[in-house]
């Protein structure tokens, strides 16, 4: 492999990176990565025919053409050079992971911060071993903080993410149960999670923590340098849902220097309850970054949700709660009771399978099941894990499409409606939103 540092003297040079020959730009640095259905390489040549100013690929039939960086590996050559440039930083780095609403909190986050600073934050959730470098290396010299989301499927893939991001401040949303086919146990999700806060700990960095999770105020021990946020001895900032009908007001009362406090209550875009401490943590980071309540609020009151998360809309005679990006027992379990606790005579659920639950999906989907009947929820549900529940009253179908065919002779109208599941069950095809 040539040198590390003369594939970043290149990106000095071509800061803009691509991975997809579909989207690529005039001058970018494009790598060749390798999937399990795809190699990137053998589209290296077609790559700079499309404009890539340098092309890292490992096809050594290409050496000696200066368009192209020969590697042994490319995406351990992209997440060597994101580190590299990450050491080059000296600017704040947030570090989010969590089971469920870290993709939110980032938007919150940088919302807050946007009004303030210039940021730089994952965009979607470009989460992964290939979407951290992505974030790293999409910072510019001029970004003022950068909010880098970490997500996991399997044991330690926190700790490695965080190895390449560096992060000086670290969030964790929550820890249940996501994934836990990869994991194992939850006992290693908590292990794997912990890293975020492990790893800003090594870098002398402050956590923010929620200090009504007790999972998570153990996970952060005595470490002395937290910011706590919630309804809780010594927090930053704490508060309470003034409305929820279905968006969001928020009561927020922030404990400032000299023993002071100032109280705003401000309306949201959002619906759940859930989403009350995600809105707190990005006031805290708000506050520790000097960013003033009312200001802070004021970007939450603006923000609206994208992505098919908490957002509410009008279709037909329904109010549509999507909530469908993705779906485990926590997240469904959470969004179950936020539709219980809103005010309106008809609701219904539409429901997806959790996936990746591996010897607990059953007793999972059981749960959920059990919960729409003792919530009072109508509920339809979608996909092969309910399925096999084998229960004769259930409203249940193989695949969107037999729902499809069912809502067309049987509309679901004047409904508060919920959609949420896994993203492999395809909810978004769901006709009732059309």
């Known amino acids: 492999m ?12 071509y800061p803009q990176i691509c991975t997809d020959t579909r989207n690529i730009t005039d001058n970018c640095l494009f790598f060749c990565l390798k999937g399990e259905n795809f190699d990137g390489n053998a589209f290296a040549r077609q790559a700079a025919e499309k404009g890539a100013a340098c092309v890292v690929t490992t096809d050594s039939s290409l050496v000696g053409d200066e368009r192209f960086f020969i590697v042994d590996d490319t995406l351990t050559a992209l997440q060597q050079l994101a580190g590299l440039h990450r050491k080059h930083l000296a600017i704040p780095v947030v570090g989010i992971t969590g089971t469920n609403g870290k993709t939110t909190t980032k938007e919150l986050v940088a919302t807050v911060l946007k009004s303030k600073y210039r940021v730089t934050y994952t965009q979607g959730n470009l989460n992964n071993h290939i979407g951290v470098p992505l974030t ?51 006992e290693n999700i908590v292990l794997t999670k912990r890293a975020m806060y492990d790893s800003v700990m090594k870098q002398g960095g402050t956590l923010f923590v929620n200090g009504n999770d007790e999972t998570l105020c153990g996970c952060a021990g005595d470490y002395e340098l937290q910011v706590l946020y919630g309804n809780c001895d010594e927090s930053i900032c704490e508060g309470r849902i003034a409305a929820m009908n279905p968006y969001l007001s928020v009561s927020c009362c922030a404990h400032l220097e000299e023993e002071t406090e100032q ?9 759940g ?49 999507s909530d469908f990006y993705n779906a485990n027992p926590t997240s469904m379990t959470a969004a179950l009771h936020n539709l219980a606790h809103l005010s309106h005579p008809h609701k219904v659920a539409i429901l997806g399978d959790m996936l990746e639950l591996g010897s607990v999906s059953h007793d999972e989907h059981l749960k959920i099941y059990q919960l729409c009947k003792e919530l ?30 069912f ?7 004047n409904a508060m409606l919920l959609i949420k599941g896994s993203r492999g069950i395809h909810l978004e095809k769901v006709g009732s939103r059309k």
């Open 2 to 13: 040539e040198s590390l540092q003369s594939l970043y003297e290149i990106y000095l040079r």
């Open 136 to 186: 790293l290396l999409s910072i510019r010299p001029d970004a003022e903080i950068a909010i880098v989301e970490c997500g996991a499927n399997h044991v330690g893939e926190i700790a490695d993410l965080c190895e390449i991001a560096l992060p000086t401040y670290g969030i964790i949303t929550n820890i249940g149960t996501a994934h836990i086919e990869g994991f194992g146990s939850k």
């Open 263 to 271: 109280t705003v209550t401000f309306a949201t875009h959002l619906t």
């Open 273 to 321: 309850d859930y989403n009350l401490p995600n809105i707190l943590c990005a006031v805290a980071v708000g506050l520790t970054f000097n960013v003033s309540l009312e200001d802070a609020a004021a970007a939450l009151s603006n923000y609206v949700p994208t992505n098919n998360r908490s957002q509410v809309s009008t279709v037909g005679t329904n109010t549509l709660i």
């Open 376 to 405: 009072s929820i109508d509920a339809y549900f979608v996909g092969n894990c309910f399925k096999e529940l084998n229960i004769r009253e259930m409203n249940v179908f193989s695949d969107v499409d037999e729902l499809n065919s």
């Open 407 to 413: 809502l067309k002779e049987n509309p679901i109208e």
